[in-house]
């Protein structure tokens, strides 16, 4: 109690939150959060989403918040191009997974389906799931789908592509072929574009950078990992991410 006082007596910004969340996740809050800024993230997360102790502990063991930091800074010329991308990661951590030491894409594919609960709460509780290999008919020709979800906050389908294996731009074609058949044929006239992912084993960012560069449709590149990521390696990153920022914007400041 006295720790919780002097963390947030005289923190305005922070004060007024702890009072719209439970004592455990508090706790969980201030024990596993060493900024203000990772705080305030998971605050407002438990207050929008309804988080419980276990969900929150799940989303702070997976580092969401320095997930969420390096995905934003690494892709925020494609997010003022494509808004709505903002709401995927650069990166998943899909930890509760059951799959072969060998497996394949459709291995990967039926334990989602099977975890769903889980998978939701890892990309966000506004997605919604719309169905597996989902069906697109162009022309004569048959296509499906990996995964399909609609997300309520922005209106829209979105499409995922299941990689096991590292990123290859034509993947990234693939995709944009299935957003333009779900433009066209099954987006409702007051939903948005459709959005895509495509999930794969790993990726070279460079690589990727150059596929998105081109690309007309909202779509992201995202790596999955299935164990817990290491704290220090993501802490690292965000700090070498902050690094850079900051000295482009002293370099733009002379």
């Known amino acids: 109690m006295k720790q919780f006082y002097e963390t947030y007596s005289q923190n305005e910004k ?50 969401l918040y320095e997930r969420t930091m390096i995905s934003a800074a690494k892709h925020q010329d494609l997010i003022v191009q494509h808004p709505a991308v903002g709401t995927l990661k650069d990166s998943y951590v ?47 020709t048959d296509f499906f789908i990996d995964l399909l979800f609609y997300n309520r906050a ?12 590292k990123f290859k731009p034509e993947h990234l074609g693939q995709l944009n072929f299935y957003l333009e058949a779900l433009n066209r044929d099954v987006k409702k006239p007051n939903e948005n574009p ?27 590149v995202a790596d999955y990992t299935l164990q817990l990521p290491d704290k220090k390696l993501l802490e690292e990153k965000l700090r070498e991410i902050a690094m850079l920022s900051d000295a482009e914007n002293d370099e733009q400041g002379n």
Not at 35 to 57: Q, V
Not at 114 to 133: A, H, M, P, R, Y
Not at 194 to 217: M, P, Q
């Open 94 to 140: 899909l930890e509760f997974l059951e799959v072969p030491a060998d497996y394949k894409e459709k291995d990967l594919r039926k334990s989602i389906i099977s975890n769903l609960k889980q998978f939701i709460l890892e990309f966000g509780k506004d997605f919604t799931f719309v169905g597996e290999e989902y069906r697109v008919q162009v022309g004569n």
């Open 194 to 220: 459709s959005v895509g992912l495509i999930l794969c084993t790993s990726k070279d960012d460079t690589v990727v950078e150059y596929a998105l560069s081109s690309s007309l449709s909202p779509a992201m």
């Open 14 to 63: 922070l004060s007024p939150l702890v009072r719209e969340i439970t004592w455990s996740n508090n706790l969980l809050i201030m024990s596993g959060c060493k900024t203000d800024e990772a705080k305030e993230f998971y605050m407002r997360l438990c207050i929008a989403n309804g988080y419980g102790k276990r969900e929150l502990e799940r989303q702070i063991d997976s580092m």
């Open 154 to 165: 922005l209106s829209c389908l979105v499409a995922i592509e299941i990689k096991v294996g």
